[in-house]
């Protein structure tokens, strides 16, 4: 019997439906493929990747100690320059440090910062925006006009506010940069989500029985990911330009600490007799910002179907 049921199933052929949806690729086989038709998202993405594995080997790669100052080498110019030598490649800074493991280093701190701001902001404004879609008028007035509040205020100004108040250090540097692009986060989940309500398969969800809380974080909030999801990957670019602003004004990460921004601060006045103690850190920030930059748009024309290239 047994026989005869296996011979039937392989003389009838296989439903053209069925074998459509197993010969479709997976969601990241599909995203990677439109993902790689933007050869600059591609090279973003590889630059990105080269900063973060330094960043996370710094330990092992850096030849010296970011803070170990060698007096005798002050301000020693790079292996390219007069005078240079291979023992320090990139020369070392006004006070003698290593210019190459200073900046390994900073690209650690940096992107600390940059997926900090990014996950915090990421929660909260998902929850925040939520509620604010969800539970009514009146939350919905409150967050958003918090929000607005929060927007008024120039974004550089408002994190200069916030670490004068809570003091300079690395962890008011996340917070401050943090509460300046929170609303972005927000406004974005509150406008994808009331997008959503409307939707069939979240009333049939309602009309099933599911509670509020399932209802928002297992039905409507997947369904916002996408542009979230972009805006989170640009957001780690904004943070670190904002932590490299506060850091040149002397308000982020101090000294020893090697952070790009506080590097920049402290060798301004050398940018006319030894200019690359100052032009090294600048394109350290120039180029990881880029490359996120490129990154971010790359993953927002495979997200998005209306964008992809044909």
């Known amino acids: 019997m047994a026989a005869d049921i296996a011979a039937a199933a392989e003389a009838s052929p296989p439903d053209d439906s069925v074998a459509e949806v197993l010969a479709q690729p997976s969601p990241i086989a599909a995203f990677w493929a439109a993902f790689r038709e933007n050869k600059g998202a591609v090279f973003g993405l590889t630059v990105f990747g080269l900063v973060l594995l330094l960043a996370l080997t710094a330990n092992v790669v850096a030849p010296y100690s970011p803070v170990e100052q060698y007096r005798e080498a002050v301000r020693a110019p790079p292996v390219w320059e007069a005078g240079g030598s291979w023992r320090f490649v990139l ?155 506060l850091g040149f004004l002397g308000l982020g990460a101090q000294p020893p600490t090697p952070e790009w921004g506080s590097m920049l601060a402290d060798s301004r006045e050398f940018i006319r007799s030894d200019p690359w103690i100052v032009t090294l850190p600048g394109l350290a920030i120039l180029v990881t910002v880029i490359a996120i930059n490129l990154a971010g748009d790359g993953m927002r024309d495979a997200l998005d179907p209306k964008m992809r290239r044909s």
């Open 91 to 245: 020369g070392t800074d006004g006070d003698g440090h290593d210019m190459l493991s200073r900046l390994i280093y900073g690209s650690r701190v940096s992107l600390f910062i940059g997926f900090s701001v990014m996950s915090v902001s990421f929660v909260i404004g998902a929850i925040l925006g939520l509620l604010a879609a969800m539970t009514g008028p009146v939350v919905d007035v409150a967050v958003t006009r918090l929000m607005d509040l929060i927007m008024a205020v120039p974004s550089l100004v408002l994190a200069i506010l916030v670490v004068a108040v809570l003091g300079p250090s690395l962890a008011n540097t996340i917070v401050a940069v943090t509460i300046v692009y929170l609303p972005r986060y927000v406004r974005l989940v509150r406008a994808s989500a009331l997008g959503e309500l409307n939707k069939d398969y979240v009333t049939a969800a309602r009309v099933a029985g599911v509670g509020p809380l399932r209802l928002a974080w297992s039905t409507v909030l997947p369904n916002c990911l996408a542009p979230l999801i972009v805006m989170a990957a640009l957001g780690v670019s904004d943070a670190i330009l904002e932590a490299a602003g």
